[in-house]
């Protein structure tokens, strides 16, 4: 039985600057494959012969893989070690990669994906445990400012990306591009990632857990799916009763864990707790957005889709400068506060937006996307900052394990909401959806804004 050991406060420079590379990598590819395989689903599925609502699988089919096992990864890295987690995910996601590249059926690029998909589990499970241990406490927020910068240029990046590849090859090297790059993260990852101690007194993986998770989180998004692309409401029903059934299960199990893999231990913090709807809250609203932006800004404004694409540039753009620089801010001032001022920011550009005239100006779209962007900026380095502080440091893996769950839960019940509205109210769905998301986006400005009263963890207490 190990004893706890204490965890350095960050890594001296310049190993800081090769170890925050490392991860700044692994996280551009995850993001990045993502964004270039929905721009090339058109192409993918004429060249393998399939319907577009085939297609969706070689998006689907990651985003579930990622969903079921985000939670089991991070619990395996408090028990073995987050740098082997992290390395481990990026040599799978590269091989799968590579597996992508040489898929000639539907099927096999499938199942590919899958794989892939356990890849960027790993890596996304622990990437904000690890800039955690690479950053000394008292600048966290820069940290998760430069991971929210990654995020956002690998996000803007994506189109020109998969355009430019297709412009000049065949759609088997939107994946094998990842080789070479996720080789090169790899090496890094060896080289400068600390051998972070593990805490191993009482702890042991469950494999039980991780498959009641994996049944819990796979059942939810098929409800939430099958609801909003109307299937036949006796099958949707059924979905949803095995859900809450499986799911009722797990969470008594887990409740019975000192230290369980769905982290009620963690959730009982005010701040954590409180941190973790108000990320739910934003990327439900991002989402919706920007599932809703593309058909409101052709159909009611009407710009072709060369245009709308540029024109939705501006969002993302923006949050390379702001999550910066509010990463910087939250050494100064109440990371509750910029978070909450973030979002009401966002709101206030969302509500702008749905007020748009038809025929309106690109100049007036652009002011209205960029005051969006600035907002979700701001708020996303001070609220990934308190969600990672608030745990323990031996809790950090569940941390970072909850935040990315609570995105990718945000992201999935945004677009599926969209699916929904398509088919409740065709012909006001994306003006609606804009003032759906603008209110949503205000109610986590609220509970931003809660946490100004609450303790600020260590770290973040201003000066």
């Not at 796979?218 to 299937?231: F, R």
């Not at 002011?367 to 900052?385: D, E, I, T």
């Amino acid at each position: 039985m190990n004893a706890p050991q204490s965890i350095p406060d960050g890594l001296p420079m310049p190993r800081r600057l090769g170890a925050i590379l490392a991860v700044a990598f692994g996280v551009g590819l995850a993001v990045l494959d993502g964004a270039v395989a929905n721009v090339a689903l058109p192409t993918i599925g004429a060249r393998l012969d399939i319907s577009a609502a085939d297609s969706v699988w070689i998006v689907n089919a990651y985003q579930l893989a990622v969903m079921v096992s985000l939670l089991s990864f991070s619990a395996l890295g408090e028990t073995i070690g987050y740098r082997r987690i992290y390395v481990a995910g990026l040599a799978l996601f590269t091989l799968a990669s590579a597996g992508c590249a040489a898929a000639g059926s539907f099927a096999g690029l499938v199942a590919a994906r899958v794989v892939q998909g356990f890849g960027a589990a790993a890596v996304t499970s622990v990437n904000t445990t690890l800039i955690r241990i690479i950053y000394p406490r008292a600048q966290l927020g820069r940290g998760m400012g430069l991971n929210a910068t990654v995020v956002a240029v690998s996000s803007v990046a994506g189109p020109s990306v998969a355009a430019a590849i297709l412009s000049v090859a065949e759609w088997p090297w939107l994946f094998a591009v990842n080789i070479p790059v996720g080789i090169v993260a790899v090496a890094l990852s060896r080289r400068f990632l600390p051998q972070n101690p593990v805490r191993t007194t009482g702890r042991r993986f469950r494999w039980s857990d991780a498959a009641m998770n994996a049944l819990t989180f796979g059942l939810l998004m098929a409800s939430v799916e099958s609801y909003s692309h109307g299937v036949d409401p006796r099958l949707a029903a059924a979905g949803i009763a095995l859900f809450v059934a499986v799911g009722l299960l797990f969470v008594r199990g887990q409740l019975r864990r000192p230290f369980p893999m769905l982290p009620f231990d963690l959730l009982r913090k005010p701040l954590f707790s409180v941190s973790v709807a108000t990320s739910v809250c934003s990327y439900f609203g991002q989402m919706l957005a920007m599932v809703a932006l593309p058909f409101y800004l052709q159909h009611t404004c009407g710009y072709d889709a060369v245009t709308t694409g540029l024109l939705l540039t501006a969002w993302p753009a923006v949050i390379v400068v702001a999550a910066p620089t509010a990463g910087l801010l939250t050494e100064r001032l109440h990371a509750g506060a910029l978070g909450g001022a973030g979002l009401s920011l966002m709101a206030a550009g969302l509500f702008l937006l749905a007020t748009l005239p038809e025929g309106a100006a690109a100049g007036d779209i652009v002011w209205r996307l960029m005051l969006c962007g600035a907002g979700f900026g701001l708020f996303q380095s001070p609220n990934n900052s308190l969600l990672i502080a608030s745990a323990p440091p031996e809790r950090s893996g569940s941390a970072s394990g909850m935040l990315a769950t609570a995105r990718l839960l945000g992201q999935t019940a945004g677009a599926a909401t969209m699916a929904l509205l398509f088919r409740l109210a065709p012909g006001h769905s994306t003006r609606a959806a804009l003032w759906l998301a603008g209110g949503t986006a205000l109610v986590g400005a609220l509970f931003g804004l809660s946490r100004i009263g609450l303790p600020l963890p260590e770290g973040l207490r201003r000066k």
